[in-house]
T-cell receptor
Framework: AQSVAQPEDQVNVAEGNPLTVKCTYS??????LFWYVQYPNRGLQFLLK??????LVKGSYGFEAEFNKSQTSFHLKKPSALVSDSALYFC?????????????FGKGTTLSVSS | NAGVTQTPKFQVLKTGQSMTLQCAQD?????MYWYRQDPGMGLRLIYY???????DKGEVPNGYNVSRLNKREFSLRLESAAPSQTSVYFC??????????????FGEGSRLTVL
């Protein structure tokens, strides 16, 4: 069975500081991994994905994520946080061997960036 | 392009009433999904349709039915609403269900309250 865990309900960081939002996953085969962001009263927006290739993936709004197969992690990072990055972030996973299946989402991490 | 459109955006029901949430996408995507979002629970998959003419249960299908009316439209029906179905419902679509590399595109959500 597929699963994804986001161990932190909330991450607080000061503007200008680096941020990390953690995600670990479990799949039977190789994973497809995604990060989404949700602003208040809005739908989820795609940030980035890892399918294959380089372990460091770059996405929208200056975010990047590092795929670590040995640690089964896919942490979201940004070198310098902005107040406007404050939102709810979701990690999601899909097993590439499970054709026709949907994404499984984590419970979400609220990022709060203070000025 | 409108992307993924959900109606209604807000609805209040009494226990036992029925209703249908409508979803339409204009991106010619093959796959469509219904998720519910509850505080602290993240997004949980209710039903999905990998392609026109097929539907499959997700993690929390009980109390719901779906119809893939055509390639554009995927509706979610609550036959006899219960307070436990109070939630925010999101419809999403993706390009290919059988080759799961594509990201999901989400609607703005439908906020349902069951009294």
């Amino acid at each position: 069975a597929q699963s994804v865990a986001q161990p932190e309900d909330q991450v607080n960081v000061a503007e200008g500081n680096p941020l990390t939002v953690k995600c670990t996953y479990s799949v039977s085969g190789n994973p497809y991994l995604f990060w989404y962001v949700q602003y208040p009263n809005r739908g989820l927006q795609f940030l980035l994905k890892y399918i294959t290739g380089d372990n460091l993936v770059k996405g929208s709004y200056g975010f990047e994520a590092e795929f670590n197969k040995s640690q089964t992690s896919f942490h979201l990072k940004k070198p310098s946080a902005l107040v406007s990055d404050s939102a709810l972030y979701f990690c999601a996973v899909r097993d590439i061997n499970q054709a026709g299946t949907a994404l499984i989402f984590g419970k979400g991490t609220t990022l709060s960036v203070s000025s | 392009n409108a992307g993924v459109t959900q109606t209604p955006k807000f609805q209040v029901l009494k226990t036992g009433q029925s209703m249908t949430l409508q979803c339409a996408q204009d991106m010619n995507h093959n796959s469509m999904y219904w998720y519910r979002q509850d505080p602290g629970m993240g997004l949980r998959l209710i039903y999905y349709s990998a392609s026109e003419g097929t539907t499959d249960k997700g993690e929390v299908p009980n109390g719901y039915n779906v119809s893939r009316l055509n390639k554009r439209e995927f509706s979610l029906r609550l036959e006899s609403a219960a307070p436990s179905q109070t939630s925010v419902y999101f419809c999403a679509s993706s390009e290919q269900g059988g080759i799961p590399t594509g990201e999901l595109f989400f609607g703005e959500g439908s906020r349902l309250t069951v009294l």
